[in-house]
């Protein structure tokens, strides 16, 4: 479930947060289904990004980067499930 958005223009990426599970992610592009609050959905394309980080990583975690949609495309509460 999305809680908060960040819109990376320059990559036109949007991040949504919470992280998740980097092992469970494919390492390259894939395809996601947005399920909206008010019951409408959407397939766009993701991509995992697994941030640095100064010291041990007890797991990997990892942002979700949604590409071709803006903050409102993406609104809290949406859910986002891999297409297979």
Do not use: C, N, Q, Y
């Not at 996601?32 to 975690?61: H, Q, W, Y």
């Amino acid at each position: 479930m999305v809680e908060e958005t960040l819109l990376l223009a320059a990559r036109k990426r949007l991040m949504v947060a919470p992280f998740l599970d980097a092992s469970t992610l494919p390492t390259t592009e894939f395809a996601v289904e947005l399920l909206k609050p008010d019951g409408s959905t959407a397939e766009v394309k993701a991509v995992a990004i697994v941030p640095f980080s100064a010291g041990p990583i007890r797991e990997a975690r990892a942002h979700l980067a949604l590409m071709g949609v803006v903050k409102e495309d993406v609104p809290i509460g949406t859910a986002i499930w891999t297409v297979d």
